[in-house]
């Protein structure tokens, strides 16, 4: 092909045999035909006009966003004007066998947001291209994307670039699915001893505060009629502390302690669960790879995925657990 090896100058991914390209009548400049629907217009159409006519070399000392138009220089990751990932970095060299034939980042150009506790599927080529992944690319010694996203499997289009992320400028991203489910969530992704030690501190904190919460209710009814049904909550809090025997104070205070600990517990998974993630993944896959198995992918898929009926087992357990609460 005419074109082969050449980059698209919208998404910087090299075309190959089995791309359909648009050449434009009046320039000559090739583009794969779904970057050029996106940006309604050739990429070089503002030079139309002036006897311009593309070329190889002028052409690559530029990447032409995909979500606005904008101009950026050829190794820009990310463009100047919207932000928007230009997956054209010199790693592309090694995946244009993935990006090439799905070029349409994912949701239009927007950032891929996932759903990280794994459920959904598409083709997550054109997240990873967008984002400028090879899947030959080192995320650690002698672990790969293509590693990873034989492990992961589930929703791998939101971790590979998040994994990406912890590697080349050690940022993460806060897991939504990880804070909310916490425990379920650690179990769900095989990572047991970080969500045996989340669930024994959430199931401590729900403990806690079943068995204090009528202690609670009637201290703080107490203490308001005494100090009046005008009296705030810090005014309540304030008198406890002054007035009430040790006991009646650790019961009063231990439910708002049991959720102030359950709450920093959640928020902290949250915030150290796509890290925590990547690091076990990384070690499983070494470990995996020291075994010298003879279908590398499918003893990497083995050993990864999710487990779906530990995580779903917590749930009914949590839901079981709040309702004899409610009962009692």
Known sequence: MEYKDKRCPVCGVPFDDNDDIVVCPECGTPQHR??????????????????????????????ICPSCGAKNPK?????????????????????????????????????????????GGF?????????????????????????????????????????KNIKRFGRS?????????????????KLYLAGSIVLLIIAGCFVTEAFFINDFIRTFSEIQQTLGAAAGSVQIVNYALNNLETTELIKFLLPCIANIVMFVTMFICGLTGNRIYFNHTVKKIK??????????????????GVNTVAAVAVMVCYMAFNFIVRIM
């Open 34 to 63: 779904v970057c050029y629907e996106r940006l309604g217009k050739c990429a070089n159409a503002e030079k139309h006009g002036a006897d311009f006519a593309w070329n190889k070399a002028e052409d690559e000392e530029q990447s």
């Open 75 to 119: 190794d820009a990751m990310f463009c100047s004007e919207c932000s928007h990932p230009l997956g054209n970095d010199a790693s592309n060299d090694a995946s244009k066998g993935q990006g090439a034939r799905s070029n349409q980042p994912f949701g239009n150009g927007a950032n891929p947001q996932g759903v990280p506790f794994g459920f």
């Open 123 to 163: 083709d997550p080529s054109a997240v990873y291209s967008s984002y400028g992944i090879s899947m030959d690319e080192e995320f650690a010694p002698d672990v790969t994307a293509s590693d990873c996203e034989s492990y992961v499997k589930n929703n791998a289009f939101y971790y590979i670039p998040v994994f």
């Open 173 to 189: 991203r806060f897991n939504l699915s990880s804070a909310l489910f916490s425990g379920a969530w650690f179990l769900y992704r």
């Open 287 to 304: 470990k995996t790879k020291d075994s010298k198995p003879s279908n590398l992918k499918d003893a990497l898929g083995s050993a990864g």
